[in-house]
């Protein structure tokens, strides 16, 4: 039967993560592994409210199939969010509504990538992008991600080598925690602006911002070159998979053809419920109580961390998100790591599958946003243990 | 920029169905074009206090990340549905809940179609169907659909050109409104059972069944040669987008890494919303409802057609689904009756999107799901006084 698959099935990592994180459901593990946002301050009761009214006084029309484009006043939403945090002047027809953020890219592998075209994206990148793109079997030009954002001549290069895009993501990116720099982003719009390439601008954190000017967005420098996603995931809850693309109407014609191909539209039903939780709702002090949250939690391992890691061990110190990057000394094995953590019942992600041509044998990801301030300091505390033992010898 | 885009948007036909619905969006329009299932008997009511429900009861479960797979209870759902309808004995593990039926056709695209494969599908076929595998540049070959099902030579000849599957949708059909006959159903059986193909059995409007014994599915005689799907839109409500892919292991894998990298997952509150209607409602008396409701407007339509439409237009009689399907003479043009009936305000949908290799100019499909007894007889007196211009002539 295998001889029936297309051959971009044996391209496509399975998620090293959903396989990671099956071995980490025991209850009794601490778990840094996964991506999870913090469950408990999700609003429960306030969107259990919201989604009986939506039935209740909107109907079928919140029943019935819609259009593909999405919800006008949920993509209304967004052109006035990024209007207001930054500064982007987009009309709701550059929106289209998605499941999730992850289906962007989905959508953007349909519209842009043929098989062998050249792509550009961060080393380490993430996951999901990667496996995204290699279903639509890309070839991957792999741009290596410093503290301060992307290499500046891997982006140069990349262009040389006519990437078709380059994607990143500029705001806490997951798996690093990196936020680029104002001079980097300026820099890359600069490269990308006097080429004929896009760049895929993903944005699921940039509201979950610790502290710090908000940054600019590439796309205020070069909004026609620029697909920019986003994701209710991160600012309301992930289990409805509600995102959005913005794209320049040109490229937005080829999104809703590909969306239509994919599943006719986004749930209208969950479309409604955020539109109408938004509207009822005071979002901004909602994120303001996640980012705090985060925050803490973020500040809660980093201070575990600095406490009890070896001093050969190097991380990032992120600004927002909900991920922190650990590069172990040369030679180090983060696979060992996890098999060695996993005996204590702990669990981290090794970093192996964010880089797209080998690599990276010796990083770890970690997750804070999902462990209580206990779980914190216990878990880097065991870490810690695993960790001395490797770069003892 | 169009140079940027992939060669297969060139090959992805916009729908010509959405194009048309925006025509005939007009409140003052009678559309038989579109295929909206009929509002007046969702379950409005029972839905609201279920959502509120779910998410009071089950919190931050319903609303955070979830498997790939799917909800189990719902999987579980379907597996006995499927045992207590159809006789197949199939396991949960071989279920995954997708974003609405049309998605399982994006991810059989994604498993199956490389550049150029061969793939079969009725003609006339679904638009949905055609779309999304013209995403993955599929080399369609059309198998003509008969008033019992497909033309035999054809499905054996497809065979031989090493279609990787032949892709059907034997009950009820879109847009038809044919139902394969058992002879048929078993000869189709052999075929493929004979060949190292797979069968697409698209069961979308499976359970919207008038009148007959109910047909057996052609993955009762082969369960290792058919991907079988079916849909949430047609039995509760559309809007959630909410259906799923029945598939043999070894396919199973593969369309879960596709799901992966494509959504992540199906909304887990959509999921939790309908696991739970189904389990506090009882849904075989609901079915019967609309059941019943869509028998009455299609038989509304079949006796406006009988009385008014010129003896040289011939068209099929549905035991079930929400289509009928009008055939002209030779040499009459749908798209010319098109243009004409919206003058006198009524849409009708002309046939040639449904055809992959050109024909059908002299056909169109009607659906009745979506339009009251008065708006039906009305619709087709003025539908018949512009087909009597054409026949006349």
């Known amino acids: 039967m295998s001889s029936l698959f297309a051959e971009r099935m044996g391209k496509t990592p399975r998620s090293f993560i959903r396989e990671t994180l099956k071995v980490t459901e025991c209850p009794d593990i601490i778990s840094f592994a996964g991506g999870l946002p913090n469950p408990t301050v999700f609003p429960v009761r306030e969107l259990a409210e919201v989604a009986k009214d939506v039935i209740s006084d909107e109907g079928a029309a919140a029943l019935q199939y819609a259009t593909t484009e999405g919800y006008l006043p949920l993509r209304e939403w967004v052109a006035d969010r990024y209007a207001h945090r930054y500064g982007l002047s987009v009309s709701p027809d550059e929106i289209l509504i998605t499941h999730g953020s992850q289906q962007c890219l989905d959508l953007c592998g ?212 909900m991920f922190i990057w650990v590069t172990l000394p040369d030679g180090c094995s983060s696979l060992e790591v996890f098999n060695k953590a996993l005996e204590k019942k702990i669990a981290v992600l090794p970093g192996i599958p964010f880089y797209t041509h080998g690599g990276g044998e010796n990083t770890m990801r970690l997750n804070f946003s999902n462990s209580s301030f206990d779980q914190i300091e216990e878990g880097i505390r065991r870490l810690s243990e695993v960790l001395k033992t490797f770069t003892s010898t």
């Open 110 to 321: 349909k519209v842009f990538i043929d098989k062998g075209t050249p792509v550009a994206i961060e080393e380490p990148g993430y996951l999901g992008a990667i496996q995204a793109f290699s279903l639509y079997e890309a070839d991957f030009v792999p741009i290596k991600l410093e503290y301060d954002g992307p290499v500046i001549d891997d982006v140069r290069d990349s262009m040389e080598k006519k990437c078709r895009f380059f994607y990143g993501v500029p705001n806490s990116q997951n798996p690093s925690g990196v936020t680029w720099s104002e001079t980097k982003r300026r820099e890359v719009a600069g490269i990308i602006g006097s080429s004929d390439s896009m760049f895929i601008e993903d944005d699921a954190y940039g509201e979950i911002r610790f502290a710090g000017d908000i940054p600019t967005p590439v796309k205020k420098y070069i909004p026609d070159q620029v697909v920019m996603n986003g994701s209710f995931s991160k600012i309301i809850t992930p289990g409805m998979r509600m995102g959005w693309v913005c794209a320049p109407k040109e490229v937005m014609t080829q999104l809703v053809t590909a969306k239509q191909a994919t599943d006719l539209h986004s749930s209208i039903l969950a479309q409604r419920i955020i539109s109408r939780y938004l509207s009822e709702y005071p979002i901004d002090s909602y994120i303001r109580k996640i980012t705090e949250t985060y925050q803490k939690q973020c500040e809660c391992m980093l201070n575990a961390i600095k406490k009890e890691f070896p001093d050969s061990v190097s991380y990032t110190i992120p600004d927002g998100g």
